[in-house]
């Protein structure tokens, strides 16, 4: 072949139907004989239901049945296991957050549907909430990922004591939603004792799984459909409560059932971003060696059930750090239950640590960058593994370059353009990469076109572009002759999208299939016979895998304009370098990178969910108050691949990138901001408030 | 109940609806054109945008009543895989989309952007669809699709299928 296949810029196969808006979300199917459900939302943090009238509801135009706790199906809420969530399924009077589903109201249309919501009387005996942080009960949890919640290598207090230079601050991230444009949906249909699921998920099989143990019935008569799901970013991890509500509320009609979750209802039990407070410790040498670091977080959890935000991730991989100490520890507040957001942990890890980096560079007078090449590790310094790929040390070099870092005044409040102050600075992004067993199908036929089949979703990070693509490199022949088949529990089983190992784990098993199907056609002439061929398999990370640690690796660089007068500040110019190993499509990895570092930007500028201390509740559940960057907000991006080979990493050689953009980039916009005003702001998100003194 | 009667893309349509259902629910549960999306409930998002008498409108804003006696232009109306508008091309080109939720309204809201600025700056394109919010993209891309489809659209380049986009052999 004259091109190469693997890394090129394809457009995306689905690119027409969602330019035309002929493709469909969960929300867009519509069965024979649909009716709508409503959530009736909790309006009290803390308590229990006394009472609810649902008499004015049920008389409504349309309305089929208000389910309510005294009505509902009785089902199994709890979990299937740790790293499942208890759901709210109106088995019990128990209140413990804000937005929790109460009743559920089941009319003809969706206007009646809402309507009818509306006229649920729920009265509640309300009890004080707790939702600051400070305030909980503290924990420290029974394991992190099958990790200790505390940890320690060498002599992190003595060297600490003796540290020429030590440097400890506080460091606040609040929660934050991950508020895809998608919203929840579910749409169930019962035919006899077979469930028929459309649902905007992650992870088909693990709705089916979720589904089959609260209604007790073989996961085999669950059939799961998530058709284009409208982005994710961690939210449509976990089955929540809605899915079962939708398909109790089916049983209880008697017909398919559409539930649509609003934006308000966003904020309610679909999982958020934990609020951290991270204490760090830096003990360094004059030269700006780290002799120690130390890395405390206190994270909220809901009452009953446990999430960790493992921040320490970050800064427990990252650097060459002899003496190391980190704790996790929870809080138990009335909000519903966290979950994985978009780089969990290295996201909300980085800021405080590399934060506290650029703290640190300042002290001693050291440039930041050069601080962290005097810190750069050639192994994972916690495992002392070898990492199966590190380009680190070039992406610092490649975005210092383009952004001209070395042309940077080092002294604060030094620059300006007009009335503006102009400050840069930089952060280094890391992120673990994962893979998980899959299963694919590839079946060739007798004309040589390829069909692949794996169970995994499409949430905008081009999975049926670039699946076909590491095919057809292997089948050396073009991509568009391999078409891939996805989104649903009748196709072969692959692992949750998420946690970045989609690349690792569909990729390997499709370039393990390709590479026996090619063995079969080379033992065939190079000529699939009338039938064709048709290769399954389960690929599985083999044993020595372990031996390497993989992580993609970034370097963010960031220039910012502070109004001295308005405390406002705007993102000017942002540079990222990547190694994610080797590319598989250079055009959607690329927004990949764009999209993380939007993030970041977001993280350091605007997102914050705001609790009202007294009542417990949210007050800004909406998109006009929880504030994400619009395109105004947003400056050009430029995005560095440095693609290489990761042999080590897994069969595609593809490191996860859909996370590493966000890791680091709001310290690099909160560490230009220090440099333009002098102001180092600890808690993000930075307000104008916290700029004007 | 009311009777409303609507042009959409092209099209008569007379219905009987209640005077609360808004435009947005009146195009995808009764004409079933299921390309405009609902993203937020407080008009803040976009996603719902059409053209209503060639001006971009948020459909969750408009009461489907309030339609009646104009013409709406959804996604479905600004151009099929048989001919595809040049915003359109240029959205799947430039990949100004991944998981493609913003993207009917956010080519809607841009083709209004264009007759009103014909050839506008980075900038001008920045504020000018500061209305719609996309989540995954970071923006550039979109910024890169309207610049193209300016240009594309000032040539008055023919539009073009997908067929004729593809690569040779695709199906």
């Avoid at chain 2, 409303?4 to 008569?12: C, M, P, Q, W």
Wanted: include cysteine; charged fraction near 20%; aromatic fraction near 6%.
């Amino acid at each position: 072949m004259s091109q190469p296949v693997l890394g090129a810029p394809l457009d995306r196969v689905e690119g027409p139907g969602k330019v035309t808006g002929r493709i469909a979300y969960t929300a867009d199917n519509d069965i024979p004989g649909m009716v709508h459900a409503v959530v009736v939302e909790s309006t009290i943090a803390n308590g229990r239901i006394a009472a609810i009238d649902e008499s004015a509801a049920r008389s409504a135009p349309g309305v089929i049945a208000i389910m309510t706790p005294r009505n509902a199906p009785r089902v199994d809420a709890r979990k299937v296991d740790a790293n499942d969530s208890l759901l709210f399924l109106l088995q019990g009077d128990a209140v413990e957050f804000d937005r929790q589903p109460v009743a559920v109201a089941i009319a003809e249309t969706f206007e009646q549907a809402t309507y009818a919501a509306r006229l649920v009387r729920v009265r509640y005996d309300v009890r004080p909430p707790t939702t600051a942080l400070a305030s909980g009960e503290r924990f420290l949890p029974d394991q992190i990922f099958g990790k200790p919640a505390q940890h320690k290598r060498g002599m992190p207090e003595d060297a600490f004591a003796r540290a020429a230079v030590t440097l400890k601050q506080t460091y606040r991230t609040p929660t934050e939603h991950h508020n895809p444009m998608e919203t929840h949906a579910t749409i169930a249909q019962w035919t006899g004792d077979r469930l028929t699921i459309y649902d905007a998920t992650q992870w088909v099989f693990g709705v089916q799984h979720r589904l089959a143990a609260t209604f007790g019935i073989d996961p085999k008569a669950i059939r799961v459909v998530a058709p284009f799901v409208g982005g994710a970013f961690g939210c449509k991890g976990q089955t929540w409560s809605h899915v079962p509500l939708a398909a109790m509320a089916a049983r209880l009609a008697g017909r398919p059932v559409k539930l649509v979750v609003t934006r308000p209802q966003m904020f309610g039990w679909v999982g958020h971003r934990p609020q951290t407070e991270q204490v760090v410790g830096l003990g360094a040498a004059r030269d700006g060696t780290l002799a120690a670091v130390t890395h405390d977080v206190l994270s909220e959890t809901s009452m009953s059930d446990e999430f960790v935000e493992p921040s320490v991730v970050f800064s427990r991989d990252l650097y060459a750090v002899p003496n190391y100490a980190m704790s996790d520890t929870l809080s138990r507040l009335n909000i519903s239950k966290p979950t994985y957001q978009r780089g969990p942990g290295e996201s909300t890890g980085s800021f405080a640590m590399e934060s506290a980096m650029d703290e640190l560079s300042y002290a001693l007078g050291i440039d930041p960058l050069e601080l962290r090449l005097r810190n750069y590790s050639a192994n994972d310094p916690d495992s002392g593994k070898p990492y199966s790929s590190k380009r680190l040390r070039e992406c610092y070099a490649a975005a210092a370059a383009q952004f001209g870092w070395s042309a940077r005044n080092p002294k604060v409040r030094s620059t300006s353009r007009g009335r503006m102050l102009v400050g840069s600075g930089m952060a280094t992004a890391s992120r673990a990469t994962h893979r998980s067993p899959c299963t694919v199908r590839m079946r060739m036929n007798a004309d040589g076109n390829v069909l692949v089949q794996c169970g995994t979703i499409e949430q905008g990070t081009g999975t049926p572009t670039v699946y076909p693509q590491l095919a057809a490199e292997i089948l050396e022949i073009p991509p568009e002759r391999v078409r891939f088949e996805f989104g649903n529990t009748d196709l072969p089983a692959a692992p949750i999208a998420a946690g970045s190992q989609t690349s690792g784990s569909v990729g390997s098993a499709v370039v393990v299939a390709a590479r026996r199907m090619r063995e079969l056609l080379v033992s065939h002439d190079g000529k699939p016979p009338a039938d064709g061929f048709e290769v399954e398999l389960e690929d599985s990370p083999p044993p020595e895998e372990a031996e390497h640690a993989t992580q993609a690796f970034g370097a963010h660089f960031a220039e910012v304009e502070v109004d001295p007068d308005l405390g406002t500040v705007r993102v000017t110019r942002f540079v990222g370098a990547f190694d994610g190993g080797r590319i598989l499509n250079a055009k959607t990895a690329r927004s990949q990178m764009l999209g993380g570092i939007v993030w970041g930007i977001s993280m350091a500028l605007f997102e914050d969910t705001r609790y009202d201390a007294r009542s417990g509740r949210i007050m800004n559940a909406n998109l006009s108050e929880y504030l994400v960057p619009t395109n105004a907000d947003i400056p050009d991006v430029e995005v560095i691949l440095i693609a290489g080979d990761d042999p080590f990493a897994n069969p595609a050689g593809a490191k996860g990138i859909g996370e590493v953009g966000i890791c680091g980039s709001a310290a690099a916009v909160a560490n230009a901001v220090y440099h333009a005003t002098g102001i180092r702001i600890r808690d993000l998100p930075i307000t104008p408030d916290k700029l004007i003194r | 109940m009311e009777t409303v009667n609507i042009e959409v893309n092209g099209r008569s349509y007379s219905n009987e609806v209640e005077p609360r259902l808004l435009l947005v629910h009146y195009l995808r549960d009764t004409l079933g054109l299921t390309g405009t999306h609902v993203g937020c409930d407080t008009s803040s998002c976009g996603a719902c945008t059409v053209l209503l008498d060639g001006i971009s409108v948020k459909s969750c804003t408009v009461f489907a009543a309030q339609a009646g006696g104009h013409a709406v232009t959804t996604i479905e109306g600004i151009g099929n895989s048989g001919a595809l508008h040049p915003m359109q091309e240029a959205f799947w080109a430039k990949h100004g989309l991944q998981c493609g939720f913003c993207t009917p309204g956010m080519i809607v809201s841009c083709i209004d952007l264009l007759r009103r600025n014909p050839d506008p700056s980075d900038a001008e394109i920045r504020a000018g669809i500061e209305g719609n919010l996309c989540r995954c993209t970071g923006y550039e891309n979109i910024v890169r699709a309207v610049r193209a489809a300016a240009a594309a659209m000032k040539a008055d380049e023919p539009r073009r299928s997908v067929a004729e986009l593809l690569p040779v052999g695709a199906s």
